[in-house]
């Protein structure tokens, strides 16, 4: 409803992981690079965590639009799975007939084989894609180390992604998991924005979605990252929420009491005070004290002297 006062073509900031709104930080830029990088060696695993709402899941589709035309991608959003219903979803998302009726880890290891090497043979590659990746079960990671067993002389068949959230670093430390560990080639944390980021992105998602004038005042914008910690989906929220506010108040322009309020709508308020406490200062008392102790040590110094 605000998107022709405005100016807007469509919504800058819907929460949908939408590649083409892919803002390129340098911490983006580092994780893509690394995500291509290690998809590129003939390792088993490739590792990218960080924070909810960091952009993981935006960066893994931007990847996924530079891949080669041969390669086979099968994505796994719902990981929380056995170790048989994970094969199984993989012979699913490769579209890879097996008996669903008899099947086993053997019999489902089997046609993986078979495929991957097929896929291998006619000059292919094959990708396994993994999104909230914490939630594996140890011994369901352990058997997709087993599946990265599957190579020739030259390199793995099967690349593994492994995308999630901190956890899952403190999940891959664990002792039973230190093979796995030592079969990541590429790994990167995305960290949240820094506040002259969250300015540049809020600023390249208005410009995607047809605008360029200065709808958020740079007070907003620098109150949108103290609320939300600098972390993209809560930016988004909080954005939208300021732009259907500035609509209904007939305001051309978004100030930062906009942006308090429609924090204040859309955030958790443990979050928002989370974010929001003011910087600790020093007690008057205690510059005074620090100056009497520095004159006393004075003193004494010239007394001895």
Known sequence: MYLSYFGLHEKPFSISPNP??????ERHKEALAHLTYGLGEDGGFVLLTGEVGT??????????????????????HNPALSELELLASICDELKINYDAQNA?????????KKHL??????????????DEAQLLAPDVLEQLRLLTNIETDHKKL???????QPELQ????????????????????LLPLTQGQTVAYIKH???????????????????????????????????ERALVGAFAKQQLT???????????ESLPPDFIAANNTPPKTVPYWLYCSAFVALFAAGLGLSFIL
């Open 20 to 25: 083409h709104y892919l803002f390129l930080s």
């Open 55 to 76: 952009g993981k899941t935006t960066i893994t589709r931007s990847m996924l639009e530079k891949l080669p035309e041969n390669t086979q991608v099968a994505m796994i």
């Open 104 to 112: 086993s880890l053997k019999s489902l290891t089997d046609v993986i």
């Open 117 to 130: 090497e097929a896929n291998n043979k006619a000059g292919g590659h094959t990708i396994l894609i993994i």
């Open 158 to 164: 099967l690349q593994i992604v492994l995308v999630g």
């Open 170 to 189: 403190v999940l891959l430390k664990r002792n039973e998991l230190r093979q796995l560990a030592q079969r990541i080639t590429a790994r990167y944390h």
């Open 205 to 239: 998602r208005l410009h995607i979605a047809g605008c360029d004038k200065g709808i958020f005042s740079l007070e907003a914008m620098q109150s949108v990252h103290q609320l939300t910690g600098g972390v993209p989906r809560l930016m988004n929220l909080v954005c």
């Open 254 to 264: 978004i100030d930062s009491e906009i942006i308090k309020k429609s924090a204040q």
